[in-house]
């Protein structure tokens, strides 16, 4: 097998390992409350300890993968997120949960920022539409596999389970990954952006913080001001330092590109809306209407069922029509299955759920292949793990 089909093979584990732990993460919050003795806040910290540290180095390991190899990164990233969920697993209190799902945010941003810029340097043409099909396939799989897994492990077995099933997927990946995947670069790298890498992690963590405080403390609290003001301040300068630095980790000029502006935006809608939405479904759905993991599981089927048909279509169609004719309509449909889910009341039952769960699945899997394409679709290849 041609050595592009075993980095296809490595991306796809990678990211199915990725995926299926978000899923199941959120079917088994009021397990792990329950088990961890952990309050709302803290529970929620484990969904944001994963997402703030991903967020916060996703820039930067994009382009530290382009400076000193993308296959070196997305090794360590396989590392890092297999150790990170097997320290989950261990965890004996919130805390050390909360950390150690920080810990897999950083695996998972090294892997994420890495993985579509591997496929993008191994496929060429016709194959790079099916190889983004096929990764288009897989992160059907995983959100249906996800809820339906952890349902499974949290009712028949323990919440720690969920971090487990990612080990022997973790060290296959990372097999395949030193052993056939073949290594790129750019052929000119610029060296290492410190100052905005320090400003926009810093910016980013003030930011999410003060979010998650403000819920906590209302948005007059002087510390959420405090956050509020300094992520404002510290992104400043990161654009700051972005634009007048020669080693700018960040090519501000891909905004002038209107595809990637346009995509940025609508990526930023599809994870903002739809997937942000399932933690508190997931919590409606148990601690409200009483029902249990895999009950919750089965029920989030409804939607997974339907994203996976629409990624194959959506991967398929990327080298055929523009990508806006797949984004919009898939915006649409999300944004209309969202309006659909509104207007629960307390004597509402799961199944008001159903219309707006089977359009939002359908919406967001006919975008995010699209999107992926994009990214490395409007630069050129030595900045594919930047874009």
Not at 44 to 68: M, N
Not at 94 to 121: D, E, K, W, Y
Not at 176 to 181: A, D, F, K, P
């Amino acid at each position: 097998m041609e050595r592009k089909w075993w980095t296809l093979l490595a991306v796809c584990l990678g990211t199915f390992m990725l995926l299926v732990d978000v899923t199941i993460v959120n079917v088994a919050l009021p397990s792990i409350q329950h088990d961890l003795h952990a309050s709302f806040s803290q529970l929620q910290w484990v969904v944001d300890a994963y997402a703030l540290s991903l967020a916060a180095l996703l820039l930067t390991s994009g382009s530290l993968a382009d400076i000193f190899g993308r296959r070196l990164l997305f090794a360590i990233g396989l590392a890092v997120f297999t150790a990170g969920s097997l320290l989950c697993a261990l965890a004996a209190d919130p805390l050390f949960l909360v950390l150690s799902r920080a810990g897999q945010g950083i695996g998972g941003a090294i892997m994420f920022a890495t993985s579509l810029a591997l496929l993008a340097g191994a496929f060429r043409g016709r194959d790079r539409g099916t190889a983004l099909a096929i990764w288009g396939a897989v992160t059907g799989a995983a959100v249906a596999v996800g809820p339906v897994l952890g349902g499974v492990i949290t009712s028949d077995w323990t919440w720690r389970g969920i971090f487990y099933v990612n080990l022997p997927i973790g060290v296959l990946a990372m097999a395949v990954t030193l052993w056939r995947v073949a290594e790129s670069r750019d052929p000119q790298p610029r060296g290492v952006d410190w100052p905005g890498f320090l400003s926009f992690t810093a910016a980013l963590i003030a930011l999410v913080y003060g979010l998650i405080r403000a819920g906590e403390q209302g948005w007059g609290d002087h510390g959420v001001l405090a956050c509020l003001v300094a992520a404002a301040v510290l992104l400043a300068v990161f654009l700051g330092v972005e634009r007048f630095s020669r080693r700018s980790m960040f090519d501000l000029s891909l905004f002038r590109v209107p595809t990637f502006g346009g995509a940025s935006v609508a990526a930023f809608a599809i994870n903002g809306c739809v997937y942000a939405m399932l933690l508190y479904i997931v919590l409606y759905l148990q601690d409200l209407l009483g029902y249990s993991a895999l009950q919750t599981g089965l029920r989030l089927l409804i939607m997974s069922a339907v994203t996976l048909p629409a990624a194959i279509v959506s991967g398929r169609l990327t080298s055929h029509v523009p990508v806006r004719l797949l984004v919009g309509p898939g915006l649409a449909l999300s944004g209309i299955g969202l309006l659909l889910m509104s207007g629960l009341h307390p004597g509402s039952g799961w199944t008001h759920l159903i219309p707006g769960l089977l359009l939002a699945g359908l919406g967001s899997g006919l975008v995010n292949p699209a999107l992926a394409s994009t990214a490395v679709g409007v630069v050129p290849p030595r900045a594919a793990g930047m874009a």
